[in-house]
């Protein structure tokens, strides 16, 4: 059996191990779906919004790795481990809520936020809340910030069955019902001592009904992504899965919390490890990345029907077209596909480990990838985590946790930044 903690340190070390370690380079031959990236910089003008730590003590947040949502007036919103924020179209920031370090309100956030019409925010933390849970952080809860930023925990996942460490943040209901994963928590009997993850509904008294419990068996486990829903109330998500022996799924479960796997990965040649969220588009077609596994392979974006027939739009080849994309994609009304890669593209980047500091994508519906931006990790940021927000205009959004300013933080606090089209 391998220990939670055990598990814990080495995923941390895949999500950072583009930033810390310099990779072997590798020659590859260029797939019959995927076509070398030619650079469309010139139709983007790159526009660094705001650089976090820029005020002592880091109190306007820092090292963001979830992507943005926007309000009617161009208001972005996001979290950072330590705080909720706006940014203004100017650029200007603002901290709306504060968590308390492995405090009872929820501590260490890397959810992306949803918003209701009154213009509360929703999302989770990974550790906080209940204090007494297994975790010795706290196991997380699902928060709400109201327009006054008073915060109102929803609920505080007890570390056992119910789940515990959310890394996403949720999806809604008509009605108000709000559902989620956790990365860990669930069905302890899966091999690992916290179990391999739930999928769950929270309704809006705060009542939790785990849906799934991964069993890490064909369903795989550890779902780093939230959720989409489709029009009759079915779930779609993404497990990341634990290397090699299990590389992950693309699954969907019912509102009565039916289990189906759609489509189990097989590591070189359609990729592994997707851990971003998934979209649907108006056919039911989903569409997702993997991250890869330097060796294998270095990532993919792909489009998977309603019944699990997957196609791979694009195997991402290292430098200079981007790697290792670690959040899911969205779209434009003419099914062009937008997001990051945490690595890859610009070799001389500030911090270069001969692997890039990271790229801005877009893929075609054709599966021809054009690099749209590549971070230097100077005031412009680096290694994006987060995926990208696409405005009515064309315009794109997002987040870097790394590189802007170096005033706090020996890889820089990172940046929210914006490529105007």
Not at 168 to 179: I, K
Not at 209 to 228: I, Y
Not at 321 to 336: E, F, I, L, R, W
Request: proline share 4%; aromatic share 10%; charged share 20%.
């Amino acid at each position: 059996m391998t220990s939670s903690a055990d598990h814990r340190s080495r995923i941390a070390r895949a999500r950072l191990r583009t930033v810390v370690l310099a990779l072997a380079q590798a020659v590859v031959a260029v797939a019959p779906n995927s076509s070398v990236a030619q650079s469309n910089e010139a139709d983007y003008r790159f526009k660094t919004l705001y650089e976090f730590c820029t005020v002592s003590n880091c109190k306007d947040g820092g090292l963001p790795w979830a992507s943005l949502i926007q309000d009617a007036k161009g208001n972005l919103y996001g979290t950072t481990p330590g705080n909720v924020f706006r940014v203004t179209e100017a650029g200007k920031e603002a901290v709306l809520y504060t968590f308390t370090t492995y405090g009872t309100g929820g501590s260490y956030s890397t959810s992306d936020l949803i918003r209701d019409s009154a213009g509360n925010l929703y999302g989770t933390t990974q550790y906080g809340g209940d204090l007494s849970c297994d975790a010795p952080y706290g196991c997380g809860v699902v928060f709400k910030v109201d327009t006054t930023k008073k915060e109102t925990v929803l609920y505080r996942f007890k570390g056992g069955k119910d789940g515990m460490q959310p890394w996403a943040g949720l999806t809604q209901d008509a009605v108000g019902n709000f559902y989620g994963t956790t990365y860990q928590g669930g069905d302890p009997s899966c091999g690992f001592e916290f179990g391999c993850g739930t999928v769950f509904k929270l309704d809006k008294t705060g009542k939790e009904t785990v849906l799934h419990r991964f069993a890490f068996g064909a369903d795989s486990g550890f779902p780093a992504g939230g959720l989409v829903m489709d029009k009759e109330g079915n779930l779609y998500g993404t497990t990341y899965g634990n290397g090699t022996a299990a590389p992950g799924t693309v699954y969907k479960v019912t509102k009565d919390g039916k289990e189906t796997v759609l489509h189990t990965f097989k590591t070189g040649s359609d990729g592994d490890a997707p851990m971003g969220s998934l979209i649907m588009d108006t056919e039911g077609n989903l569409y997702g990345t993997t991250s890869g596994n330097p060796g294998d392979n270095f990532g993919t974006v792909f489009k998977m029907t309603p019944k699990g027939k997957e196609t791979v739009l694009y195997r991402f080849l290292g430098v200079p077209d981007g790697q290792q994309p670690q959040a899911g994609v969205v779209m434009d009304a003419a099914g062009n596909l937008y997001g990051t890669t945490l690595s890859g593209g610009n070799l001389n980047c500030k911090q270069n480990s001969g692997n890039g500091c990271g790229t801005v994508f877009k893929v075609s519906k054709n599966g021809n990838e054009t690099l749209l931006y590549e971070f230097v990790a100077g005031s412009d940021g680096g290694f994006p985590r987060a995926g990208v927000l696409l405005d009515s205009k064309g315009n794109l959004y997002g987040t870097t946790p790394y590189a802007g300013s170096y005033n706090e933080c020996e890889l820089g606090c990172g940046v929210v930044f914006e490529l105007i089209y």
